[in-house]
């Protein structure tokens, strides 16, 4: 993280400097070191804010080191790790006395749809990340300290633009922590494959149970804890996408269409196709052609 450090500092982000108040809400970036451990402590319920509208803090640690604790466990802040909490709420973090100093950035903001959907996203998660200094979040982060600096961002939309973009970075992040590519990507081959081989089949999710080895309880609390979707939705994902195909790729009637794709009947799949894409396949057809 020492290059971002620096960076920060011939930005200006200097000790305890506000770069930015905005408009409707505010929106701050930090660069801080801290050597004094009696004086360094942030308990999150005593902090002033309303738990239903609340701010959120993202801060990330450059060098040194710091603490940071929450219903998850205590974890040892060293550079490269970081934090998002929204306050008030139940957490603590400070400067431990057995750290010399903890130099960090951190960025906080009052924009309402950000704090309040991350702080959703965060419900039985622990808030502590590791990151690497060319890591998309951090680079987003980095993106918006550099709109705070002088000169910086263009307008309020760019400012605004900025944090959803954060927002969805750090989203794609707890994303791929809880589902790991390589096995969610290897779970979701092995069931599209079999979906394939018996596409104008009726199976449930008991056939790919018993072909896992699993009883139908274990496979679907499996599937769903390495991919994050439910089987059966699954493959009926997989049974549209094939529908969809030969819908836009031949002149079959709808009826051979369901017939082929593993769907009951016709009204079965404009139903499933309308729930998905908002209109009828007949529509759907005319306009992709």
Not at 31 to 46: C, I
Request: net charge neutral; hydrophobic share 35%.
């Amino acid at each position: 993280m020492k290059n971002l450090h620096n960076k920060l500092i011939r930005l200006g982000h200097a000790r305890s400097k506000e770069v930015n108040i905005s408009p409707g809400f505010f929106l701050t970036g930090y660069l801080e070191t801290h050597t004094n451990h009696e004086l360094y402590q942030w308990d999150g319920l005593r902090r002033s804010g309303d738990p239903d509208h609340p701010y959120l803090l993202f801060q990330c640690t450059l060098d040194g080191w710091g603490q940071y604790s929450d219903s998850s466990g205590t974890y040892k802040l060293l550079p490269g790790s970081a934090f998002i909490v929204p306050i008030p709420s139940a957490h603590h973090y400070c400067l431990p006395k057995a750290s010399p100093f903890w130099t960090f950035f951190y960025i906080m903001t009052s924009h309402p749809y950000v704090a309040e959907r991350i702080r959703d996203k965060q419900e039985n998660k622990g808030r502590v990340l590791q990151l690497q200094e060319d890591s998309p979040l951090t680079m987003r982060a980095q993106q918006i300290l550099e709109g705070l600096a002088p000169g910086g961002f263009l307008d309020d939309f760019a400012r605004e633009q900025s944090l959803f973009e954060f927002m969805i970075e750090y989203e794609r992040t707890l994303y791929r922590e809880s589902y790991p590519e390589d096995q969610r990507e290897a779970m979701l081959d092995d069931v599209r494959a079999y979906t394939l081989a018996h596409l104008n089949a009726q199976f449930d999710v008991e056939g790919l149970a018993e072909k896992s080895g699993m009883s139908r309880s274990n496979f679907s609390h499996r599937f769903k804890a390495v991919t994050g979707l439910s089987p059966a939705h699954y493959v009926q994902q997989v049974r549209l996408e094939e529908a969809t195909h030969r819908l836009i790729n031949s002149d079959l009637k709808l009826e051979a269409i369901a017939d082929q794709t593993g769907f009951a009947d016709a009204n079965h799949f404009c139903k499933v196709f309308r729930r998905r894409f908002h209109l009828s396949p007949g529509e759907f057809r005319r306009q992709m052609r």
